[in-house]
């Protein structure tokens, strides 16, 4: 385990919002990352797995408001444009513990993760899932992992217009969100609805493709009226359409029984 006296005193010196690489005694070389945020500072091994918390002085409200600016500053510069927020930093080795345990939880690891081109960005700590359209970028989202608000970043763009595809089968499944559909993707074909309403893009695509259809959106209220409601607009239009029904987000199902239940 780590002791306060391993790492405290370094983490001290770092401002709010700052991060640095250490050396840890588990072994050779900067694995154990150390950072501070308005709650306290915390360390994590990425060779061992150890971690640590302590909490932070109290902040004075005008300590507060600064970070506060600082954190908006980060979000509003990165959605301004349609680019790739940068600094980027695609190596999971690199990322804080939780943002690497959110795309752990939906059953990617290491290569899904590179292959997705997710990444972390710093200034506004949040996680960035790109989506290219031929070989262009034409969307991204940045997903905060803790209780921040707002949860996601995203550039201004017309989201009707997009239509990500993952994987090709001889059936489509539609979802609400990108991991959903990059996941069933690795496996069949998916293409994201970016919420819960089928675009008339994704009708005309659908018409042009003359394939099958499966909807599987999220299980809460939210989602199943979404689900029969994009069901009543398909099935208006000829498309041969089912609804899948479960009890967790696609993205938190294993890849066998994403098959099983895309079959």
């Known amino acids: 385990m780590l002791t306060l006296e391993s790492w405290l005193p370094q983490a001290s010196s770092l ?12 072994g050779a070389g900067r694995k154990l990352l150390i950072s501070r945020d308005t709650s306290g500072f915390s360390a994590w091994c990425f060779r061992c797995n150890d971690s640590g918390w302590a909490p932070g002085p109290q902040l004075s ?33 690199e990322w804080p513990s939780s943002a ?39 969307f991204w989202q940045a997903r905060a992992y803790d209780k921040r608000q707002p949860k996601y970043l995203s550039p201004p763009v017309d989201r009707s217009a997009l239509l990500p595809r993952y994987g090709r089968a001889d059936r489509i499944v539609l979802t609400e ?51 029969a409601k994009v069901h009543k607009q398909l099935k208006a239009y000829g498309i041969e359409v089912r609804v899948i029904r479960s009890e967790r987000d696609p993205k938190l199902h294993t890849f066998d029984e994403i098959k099983e239940c895309i079959q």
């Open 177 to 227: 969100d990108l991991l959903s559909a990059f996941k069933i993707g690795l496996v069949g074909e998916a293409w994201c609805l970016m919420g819960t309403h089928a675009s008339p893009r994704l009708i005309a695509a659908l018409l042009a493709r003359k394939a099958p259809v499966l909807c599987w959106l999220d299980p809460d209220g939210p989602g199943r009226r979404a689900a």
């Open 61 to 93: 409200l005008a300590e507060r408001l600064a970070a506060s600016v600082r954190a908006t500053a980060a979000d509003q510069a990165a959605r301004a444009a349609v680019a790739l927020p940068v600094p980027a930093v695609p190596d999971i080795a």
């Open 100 to 138: 690497v345990v959110w795309l752990l939880r939906a059953g990617l690891g290491r290569p899904e993760i590179a292959r997705l081109g997710a990444y972390y960005h710093p200034p506004t700590d949040r996680v960035v899932v790109p989506v290219y359209e031929a070989g262009e970028v034409v």
């Open 15 to 26: 401002q709010i919002g700052q991060k640095r690489y250490t050396e840890h005694d588990c």
